[in-house]
């Protein structure tokens, strides 16, 4: 990731996208390579693909969320008489 934000800065946009899409790929709740990718892509006039990348993102933060209440709830002690 931080090699893809230096490649940015130094408007290198080509280069810097493959570094994102490793970052995402290795671990793909990135939610700051996917939106800086998008971006990114967008910029290369590659609107769909910036979308892919943002309904991508999006299904897999709503995959982790649940993934996440789902321990929660099964963690957390039922409460017999109903009190907070």
């Given at each position: 990731?931080?090699?893809?934000?230096?490649?940015?800065?130094?408007?290198?946009i080509?280069?810097?996208?493959?570094?994102?899409?490793?970052?995402?790929?290795?671990?793909?709740d990135?939610?700051d390579?996917?939106?800086?990718?998008a971006?990114?892509?967008?910029q290369?006039?590659?609107?769909?693909?910036?979308?892919?990348?943002l309904e991508?993102?999006?299904?897999?933060?709503?995959?982790?969320?649940?993934?996440?209440?789902?321990?929660?709830?099964?963690?957390?002690?039922?409460?017999?008489?109903?009190?907070?």
């Amino acid at each position: 990731m931080e090699k893809a934000e230096d490649l940015c800065k130094k408007r290198k946009i080509k280069r810097a996208i493959p570094y994102l899409v490793d970052a995402i790929l290795e671990s793909p709740d990135n939610l700051d390579a996917a939106i800086q990718c998008a971006y990114l892509a967008d910029q290369e006039q590659d609107r769909e693909g910036a979308i892919e990348i943002l309904e991508l993102a999006e299904s897999t933060g709503d995959n982790s969320r649940h993934l996440v209440l789902q321990t929660r709830m099964f963690l957390t002690p039922l409460n017999q008489d109903n009190e907070p």
